[in-house]
């Protein structure tokens, strides 16, 4: 097999992007151009990935590149902009090497872009590293603040202990099957099956569960996205849960897919608990951050629902999830952090007449939120009803069930914080000022949340053509 | 199947074997006149400085260690490639020279930040 090296020409040029940032780190003042250089860079990529042919095997079958690959990428990428600027918003916040933080925010972004093209465990366990290792320096970031070392300290310990589980299992499918190439395993799979093949199959199912913070490993979750820096916890909450997907849907669909009796039950419990677990858990939070990752744990149990289903609508409906899912968060996420720049402040109480200081503002958050929870018209109505259609359809009756009864339980807790922003009359009504670019950024988020629930029509069609790569 | 691995449990307890005879049998040999100086832990000749069990060393000691590390990897890649260039061509002598500018970029980094200062 060849090396076909312009097949990886994106990542290439984000490579020397980031090279560049470090070269400039050394003379530049204002280390938010890094942030801006950064942007760039990001754009630069996505010129890249338009051009690069959809289709291919580089580097001797090490890595893939498929329409499912490059939609995860733009996914990315997306996110790798909309977190550089939140990230230029907090720099005043930041103490120490203010410049490396855009660096490691693109070095996350890259292992995640290698993660959606990884076709074997070798690179499939470097890339997920390379992210993980950038976003345990991130989570630690705020070094004076006790809450940011609790949050990075426990992120790295819980992440270990992932990481093992999951090389244990890739060592066991190793041994079973004399392979570490997706494709050879899936090809020797077929042959025949022992009890190691589904030791191996549980451990990396288990340390999986860490990226997408569902049960078990799912605790690190609320006090990481609390403590982190907020632009971090938008990059763990949208960022490396989808690089998290992506690898459980390329492990699951197209490796383990012919042995999918053997991992369809345990999936379909996560999936039930997780929902639960995490619908239940979000009620009592009174950090807005906290708050949003236990709804971020309901949201991997619905995308669990989708890899349970493990049809072509399934994985269809997933990525329309996500699709809906970053622009939701990340919609949350900017208006959490541009107003706790005025207020100092992530308690859900701090919200209260938000609506009369800055109307902006509150109705991204509104949009963000109610996204999340599922309300039509917007995206997040769609990627629910997509992903209880997938379940219904291959007879996961009781696990849709409990899906919708929880999404309506999750519209309480997305509704306090809607209700302190609308109905509370402020002590303080002093507006917040908002520049033109941080406007615009605001109205496009909540006009592409707004245009996937209304119009989802093109989009879930080219991604239905896209998921049949996965089978 | 299993019985295939049976030459490695033996060759495990013959090492087990002989490292415990050769201790106990000098131990029976030799001569036994411990002094304090004698027992203290070897620090590359250096007097020891305070209790090791307090756990406390400079985190410094790691940055240095990492930055051998890199280059110790660094040599590792070397000799191989300098022994296949021939077959490899012009692609691999360039690959090469990447590899080593991303490491030297990595160097100029620790430097210009400060990691090779002893004294903060």
Not at chain 1, 81 to 110: N, P, T
Not at chain 1, 256 to 272: D, H, R, T
Not at chain 2, 96 to 112: C, D
Request: charged share 15%; net charge neutral.
């Amino acid at each position: 097999m060849p090396l076909n090296i312009h097949l990886l020409i994106p990542e290439l040029v984000l490579l020397s992007f980031i090279i560049l940032m470090v070269i400039l780190d050394f003379f530049v003042r204002d280390k938010r151009q890094i942030g801006v250089v950064g942007v760039v860079g990001t754009v630069v990529t996505g010129l890249a990935l338009i051009l690069v042919p959809k289709k291919g095997s580089a580097l001797m079958g090490l890595v893939i590149q498929d329409p499912a690959a490059v939609f995860f990428k733009f996914l990315f990428l997306i996110v790798a902009l909309s977190i550089l600027y939140m990230a230029i918003l907090y720099d005043e916040r930041i103490k120490h090497w203010k410049g490396e933080f855009y660096i490691l925010i693109l070095f996350a972004i890259l292992g995640m872009m290698f993660l959606a093209s990884a076709y074997d465990f070798i690179t499939l366990f470097v890339s997920l590293e390379l992210m993980a290792v950038s976003l345990y320096i991130l989570a630690t970031y705020m070094k004076d603040d006790t809450r940011s070392i609790e949050a990075g300290f426990k992120y790295l310990v819980t992440g270990a202990l992932a990481s093992g589980f999951l090389l244990y299992g890739i060592s066991f499918l190793y041994g079973y099957t004399g392979y570490t190439g997706f494709e050879e395993v899936a090809g020797a799979l077929g042959q025949g099956r022992g009890g190691f093949l589904t030791l191996g199959l549980f451990l990396v199912i288990l340390g999986l569960t860490f990226k997408l913070s569902s049960i078990p490993f799912y605790i690190w979750a609320p006090d990481v996205y609390e403590g982190s820096p907020t632009p971090v916890t938008a990059l763990i909450a949208a960022g490396s849960k989808t690089a998290g997907f992506v690898v459980a849907m390329r492990l699951l669909f197209t490796v383990l897919g012919p042995v999918k009796e053997e991992w369809i039950g345990l999936v379909v419990f996560l999936s039930g608990a997780t929902i639960l677990l995490g619908n239940l858990a979000a009620m009592p939070q009174k950090n807005i951050k906290r708050m949003l990752a236990y709804a971020g744990i309901g949201s991997a149990g619905y995308l669990l629902i989708g890899i349970a289903a493990a049809s072509i609508l399934g994985a269809e409906a997933m990525m329309f999830y996500l699709l809906t899912y970053i622009f939701a968060i990340i919609g949350s996420f900017l208006a959490i952090v541009i107003f706790s720049r005025v207020s100092g402040s992530d308690s859900i109480d701090a919200y209260i007449g938000l609506s009369r200081r800055s109307p902006l503002l509150a109705a991204t958050l509104f949009i963000g939120l109610l996204s999340l929870a599922g309300v039509p018209p917007l995206g997040g109505f769609i990627a629910k009803f997509y992903i209880f259609a997938a379940a219904v359809k291959e007879g996961l009756i009781g696990l849709a069930v409990v899906g919708v009864v929880m999404a309506i339980v999750s519209m309480y807790y997305f509704l306090l914080v809607v209700k302190r922003m609308y109905l509370i009359e402020p002590e303080v009504v002093e507006p917040i000022e908002l520049n033109l670019l941080t406007r615009a950024t605001l109205y496009g988020v909540n006009i592409v949340t707004i245009l996937l629930g209304i119009y989802p029509g093109p989009f879930t069609d080219w991604l239905m053509e896209v998921a049949k790569d996965f089978f | 199947m299993l019985l295939d691995y049976l030459p490695v449990l033996i060759m495990a307890v013959f090492v087990a074997f002989i490292a415990t005879m050769t201790l106990f049998v000098s131990s029976l040999v030799r001569p036994s006149r411990p002094y304090p100086k004698k027992n203290q832990p070897y620090e590359c000749g250096v007097d020891p400085i305070g209790e090791a069990s307090t756990g406390r060393i400079r985190i410094h000691y790691f940055v240095i260690a990492i930055l051998f590390i890199i280059f110790d990897v660094e040599t590792l890649y070397l000799f191989p490639w300098a022994v296949v260039l021939k077959e490899i061509g012009l692609f691999g002598y360039i690959e090469m020279f990447i590899f080593i500018f991303l490491l030297l970029i990595g160097l100029i980094y620790a430097w210009v930040k400060g990691a090779l200062e002893w004294e903060s």
